[in-house]
């Protein structure tokens, strides 16, 4: 079982629609949970940083962790085509950070 | 302030041959990363250094080379390119082993070989 699983989607939704992005993990013992948002032919850039459970919220975007049920979520509200790339859910702790695959959100006007 | 800066940004080898992919960080760093990203792929970490002159293979260290003698450059080395080695590079750096302030990218050098 790989230890963080993120649907790759494509995920489509229109402009000022509410996203959902979810990724599971394995590891109990993970302390940090991250959100990189990935631009076409750009580095990955860190979006929401979140330590243990709970949820953090900066702006628009809502990140979301649920220890009991390994979950990690993303919300996004009033989606803009600014928006639309990839992002990448990472758990860290003790070691390196393990990255999922990346879901493709593209938000049309 | 630069950050982590690659070069080149793009370049495309005939197989056999080598070249070296650059990595510099100014943030005083001492964790650095190598990844290559596949399309659907997610990213995958070739290599890795906790510090100068300490350096220590990922998932797919086949192929590539690496060395670290300051804390500012972390450069990546590829002998004899294989068509396998088609791919975006990022280098990474970090102040904390577990990723606890995050990882800082590079904007990647996007690799051909034909």
């Known amino acids: 079982q790989k230890e963080v699983e993120q649907d790759p989607g494509p995920l489509s939704v229109p402009e000022g629609a509410i996203v959902s992005l979810n990724c599971t993990y394995s590891?109990?013992?993970?302390?940090?949970f991250m959100w990189y948002r990935q631009y076409s032919r750009k580095g990955p850039e860190l979006l929401m940083y979140?330590?243990?459970?709970g949820n953090k919220e900066d702006g628009r975007f809502t990140a979301q962790v649920d220890k009991s049920s390994k979950y990690i979520s993303l919300f996004i509200r009033d989606s803009q085509p600014s928006d639309s790339a990839t992002y990448l859910c990472?758990?860290?702790?003790?070691?390196?950070?393990?990255f999922g695959k990346g879901t493709k959100l593209t938000v049309n006007p | 302030n630069a950050g982590v800066t690659q070069t080149p940004k793009f370049r495309i080898l005939k197989i056999g041959q080598s070249m070296t992919l650059q990595c510099t960080q100014d943030?005083?760093?001492?964790?650095m990363y190598w990844y290559r990203q596949d399309p659907g792929m997610g990213l995958k970490l070739i290599y890795y250094s906790v510090g100068a002159g300490i350096t220590d293979k990922g998932e797919v260290p086949n192929g590539y080379n690496v060395s670290r003698s300051t804390t500012e450059d972390f450069p990546l080395r590829l002998e004899l390119a294989a068509p396998s080695q088609t791919s975006v590079y990022f280098c990474?750096?970090?102040?904390?082993?577990?990723?606890?302030?995050?990882?800082?990218f590079g904007s990647g050098t996007r690799l051909t070989v034909v």
């Open positions: 943030m005083n760093h001492n964790y």
């Open positions: 990472a758990r860290g702790g003790s070691e390196k950070l393990v």
């Open positions: 990474a750096s970090s102040y904390s082993k577990g990723g606890g302030y995050g990882y800082t």
């Open positions: 979140t330590y243990s459970s």
């Open positions: 590891n109990s013992a993970f302390q940090y």
